[in-house]
């Protein structure tokens, strides 16, 4: 081989060298990940894609929840009932969900909470939350008496809050409470009950004469209350006598009468310690008292005369028991 063959040779050599140099340059210049084949992401990502479209968080839903509202929407009932029977304060609430109903009464510029939900909070006994199914929130009064009279307040514990007045008004009570002063009032109108104790002729009497050593026969008669009750009770002072056994010898006998009841206080073998005042009681509604006075045998006469011209008559002699 020639030495012209032999330039030739290493030429061509070089010339390659260099093309493969240039060619793997070329390569690495660019992105290293531009050779791989063009599907590949696309197989890798799709699962993946997918998990994320079921990881999305539903939007919240904004709606708000409706707020309570009271079923009367004229703010206006009538209610009549008698002095002596059971009252019902009414308070329908609609769509009350997870709020709480109260009732709360206003005297004498203070308030005093009755109820709490299904719970009471009343001193008073004859206070009680009755409720009704399905929204009826009654606050029910026992005995309702002229003490009963003035503004109560159904409250609802929304946002704002919202209250619903009722009125009880109680017949010849003169307090002046006036229905204009509130929005939406409920009246319920109440009478008296009667309490009389009497004598032997159905005449209600002041005092009575007893002899020492006989007995006190008390006649108290209850009228003019709608519902028959027998919870009649007897004072002597302020000591309760219907179950008293301390002293013996004391009976109380009552029977119910349409409208009302009639009950006897027995005291056998009367001492001048029984004489005093002695009161007949409809529950806590009504009541009535009598003086009684237990004398010896020559003061029962003095008694009887005296008695007599201070009536002007005989027609009370009945009531010295000689």
Not at 109 to 138: A, M
Not at 142 to 148: G, I, K, P, V
Request: hydrophobic share 30%; aromatic share 10%.
């Amino acid at each position: 081989m020639t030495r012209t063959t032999w330039l030739i040779f290493i030429g061509c050599v070089l010339l390659q060298v260099h093309c493969a140099v240039r060619q793997v340059l070329k390569t690495h210049s660019g992105d290293p990940f531009d050779s791989l084949p063009k599907n590949f992401w696309y197989e890798l990502s799709s699962p993946f894609t997918e998990s994320y479209d079921d990881l999305t968080e539903p939007e919240p839903n904004t709606t708000p929840d409706p707020l309570p509202f009271f079923e009367d929407h004229s703010n206006s009932t009538n209610v009549t009932t008698q002095l002596g029977s059971s009252v019902f304060l009414h308070c329908k609430v609609h769509d009350l969900r997870d709020r709480t109903v109260s009732w709360v009464r206003r005297k004498d510029n203070e308030f005093h909470l009755l109820t709490f939900g299904l719970h009471t909070y009343s001193s008073d006994s004859r206070y009680s939350l009755n409720y009704l199914h399905p929204n009826d929130w009654r606050l029910h009064i026992q005995f309702a008496n002229e003490r009963d009279e003035g503004f109560y307040e159904c409250q609802v514990s929304s946002h704002p809050p919202l209250v619903f007045y009722v009125l009880l008004n109680v017949v010849g009570n003169t307090s002046g409470v006036s229905a204009s002063d509130y929005p939406s009032i409920t009246y319920a109108r109440v009478k008296f009950p009667k309490v009389e104790i009497v004598d032997e002729r159905g005449d209600a009497i002041p005092d009575k004469f007893y002899k020492a050593g006989s007995t006190i026969e008390l006649k108290c008669v209850v009228s003019q209350v709608p519902q028959p009750s027998s919870y009649v009770t007897w004072k002597h002072g302020q000591r309760m006598l219907n179950y008293d056994t301390s002293r013996g010898g004391i009976s109380v006998k009552t029977d119910i009468q349409p409208g009302g009841a009639m009950s006897r206080l027995y005291i056998a073998n009367a001492n001048k310690q029984d004489s005093g005042n002695y009161t007949c009681s409809l529950a806590d509604v009504a009541s009535t008292t009598i003086a009684v006075h237990v004398l010896n045998g020559g003061l029962i006469k003095l008694a009887h005369i005296y008695y007599c011209k201070l009536n002007g008559t005989h027609k009370n002699r009945k009531n010295i028991q000689e």
